[in-house]
């Protein structure tokens, strides 16, 4: 199913740009693992930042 049709014509675009997701049942944990990287390796470099100051 797309919604891409309820989307504004002016950033259509710029969202093709990004590439699709599929979600199901087995790619789903890999992506919450993925994220859940991404955003302790986003946290330590803040504090790291934070301590440098």
């Keep these: 199913m797309t919604t891409k049709h309820l989307v504004d ?5 710029m969202l093709d740009m990004f590439p699709g997701l599929n ?11 993925l994220l859940k990287e ?6 330590a470099q803040e504090e790291g ?5």
């Design 49 to 53: 930042v934070l301590l440098k100051s």
């Design 23 to 33: 979600l199901t049942r087995e790619s789903l944990p890999q992506m919450r693992a």
């Design 38 to 43: 991404m955003n302790a390796q986003m946290l």
């Design 9 to 13: 014509p002016e950033i259509l675009p």
